[in-house]
């Protein structure tokens, strides 16, 4: 899960080469206008909000680690069978993003819940959403190296320990069992809550977590080595058509005459994301998670492409399918190619992917439907400095979380891992638990976020 990271990102970005060296995923997906939507919707929500006072370091002693701050979680009790009974509890791990966004699109815990009686809690990320630091204040929050220190994957998970035990407390429920969800970075979440604190979690189910695209464990290239997969699969002539276009682009802006007012670096981002997040959500179901798009749109998107109408139109093609992840809805008057500005606030996994979230995605062999690129860690980290002050730290997560061996040690908490279409689907985990999860998962089109 993601999103839109590529575009949301480039507001911080001075230079287009920069842009590039972002990763493409997991990165924020939560769209602005997809978050007004949620703010501006009084409709009756199926759950109630309320706020738990955390601590803001959790592992020191340090006077200034007492700092509290609000995090928000959402709770559904319709569905519980009760401390009595021992029903059990999901719990979302949030991701980057407004928690009420993932709660919307996790169609997946309402439907378990009436079977399992279990009751529901979504819990929001720290430094995002409404869970901000600072006294609620996004400005200083954000503001440097010192006050966006505390926003770590340790923190998160520690976070959601303390108030999962206390809600527990709250509801003398201590005997219920516990079950994690999440996606995406939620989903790396979730495994590694479950591999932290199984003393909390009995299991976790975690879709599309990239939990093995660290250090050198996967290759920088598996990610869109499968994206391009998805479209070749489709058909030849999509792939080929999308592969050439680059280097068309490129010329045309280059010829005399040719009146580009945008940069081919902010077309050819605007175009991969597109590609990107189309293949990251190709449902089998229409869909509404990045943006509306149809069931199996990277499908629809090669058919936009190969339609014979257009013969050899490259550019009409690139617009059919570009039409398809940007403005299924047919309501754009306008694309917005060349930027987004950052008014929600969700800039903070720039934070994390410069900090511990470094993930060697954007690499392109000489087959990708992207043009080759290499992966190059000290651009990264040259980025990061200049723009933190902070070094990245590539090795952290496979110390603190394991990375080589990782289906070993999952298989005694009886881990399963799982591969399937999506491009991150080479580097996911799945953790069934002792529930039956997975099954209904699989009856029920397998995708947590639908
Ligand atoms: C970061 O901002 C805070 C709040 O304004 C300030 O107290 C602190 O000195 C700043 N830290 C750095 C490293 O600039
Ligand atoms: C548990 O109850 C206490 C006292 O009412 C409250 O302050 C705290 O926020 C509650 N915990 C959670 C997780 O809601
Ligand atoms: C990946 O391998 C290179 C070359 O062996 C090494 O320099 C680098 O530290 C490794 N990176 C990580 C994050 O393990
Ligand atoms: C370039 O495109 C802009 C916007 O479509 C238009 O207003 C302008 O007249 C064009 N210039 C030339 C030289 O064609
Ligand atoms: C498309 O391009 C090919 C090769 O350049 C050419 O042979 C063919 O006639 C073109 N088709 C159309 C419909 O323009
Ligand atoms: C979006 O789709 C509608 C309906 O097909 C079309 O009329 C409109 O021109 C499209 N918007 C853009 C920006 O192409
Ligand atoms: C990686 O980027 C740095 C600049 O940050 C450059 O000096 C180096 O040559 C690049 N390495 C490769 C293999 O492209």
């Known amino acids: 899960m ?98 009420e966004w993932f709660a919307h699109n996790t169609g997946f815990m309402y439907e378990n819940a009436p079977h399992f009686k279990a009751l529901l809690v979504f819990i929001e990320h720290r430094y995002y959403g409404k869970s901000i630091p600072y006294g609620g204040d996004k400005e200083v929050a954000y503001k440097n190296a010192s006050t966006q220190g505390y926003l770590s994957s340790t923190q998160a998970l520690a976070d959601y320990a303390t108030l ?36 909390v979690a009995i299991g976790a189910l975690a879709s599309s977590s990239p939990i093995l695209n660290f250090g050198n464990l996967t290759s920088p290239f598996s990610f869109n080595n499968i994206v391009t997969q998805d479209f070749r699969s489709e058909s030849e002539n999509c792939y080929e058509v999308i592969k050439r276009s680059w280097t068309q682009i490129e010329e045309t802006a280059k010829q005399n005459g040719g009146n580009i007012t945008i940069s081919t670096d902010d077309i050819e981002s605007w175009l991969s994301t597109a590609y990107i997040y189309t293949a990251m959500t190709d449902y089998p179901t229409p869909s509404n998670f990045l943006n509306p798009l149809p069931a199996f749109p990277v499908k629809q998107m090669c058919k936009a492409i190969d339609n014979p109408v257009l013969g050899n139109d490259t550019f009409a093609k690139l617009y059919g399918a570009a039409n398809i992840y940007y403005n299924y809805s047919g309501n754009l008057n306008c694309f917005d190619i060349a930027g987004d500005n950052d008014k929600h606030g969700l800039q903070e996994w720039t934070w994390q992917a410069c900090t511990e979230m470094i993930l060697p995605t954007d690499g392109n062999n000489k087959e990708s439907i992207f043009p080759a690129s290499s992966y190059n860690y000290s651009e990264r980290d040259s980025y990061c400095t200049s723009l933190y002050g902070v070094q990245p730290r590539p090795h952290w997560i496979t110390t603190e979380f394991g990375g080589t061996s990782f289906e070993e040690y999952l298989k005694q908490f009886g881990g399963h891992y799982c591969k399937r279409r999506c491009p991150s689907c080479g580097l996911e985990i799945l953790d069934e638990g002792r529930s039956k999860l997975v099954e209904r998962s699989k009856e029920n089109g397998d995708s947590l976020h639908q």
């Open 164 to 199: 999962i035990l206390d809600l527990k407390n709250n509801l003398t429920a201590s005997e219920s069992p516990v079950v994690v969800f999440g996606g995406s970075y939620g989903g790396m979440l979730a495994a590694w809550f479950r591999l932290k604190y199984p003393h």
């Open 2 to 99: 993601g999103f839109q990271f590529i575009v949301l990102l480039l507001f911080i970005l001075s230079s287009p080469a920069l842009a590039k060296l972002i990763p493409r995923f997991p990165s924020s997906i939560v769209r602005p206008e997809q978050l007004a939507q949620i703010t501006n919707n009084d409709e009756a929500k199926p759950y109630e909000t309320r706020y738990f006072t955390q601590i803001i370091d959790h592992f020191d002693f340090n006077p200034q680690s007492y700092q509290t701050f609000q995090q928000r979680y959402l709770i559904n009790e319709k569905y519980w069978g009760g401390a009595k009974k021992n029903a059990p509890i999901f719990i979302y791990m949030g991701n980057e993003g407004d928690i």
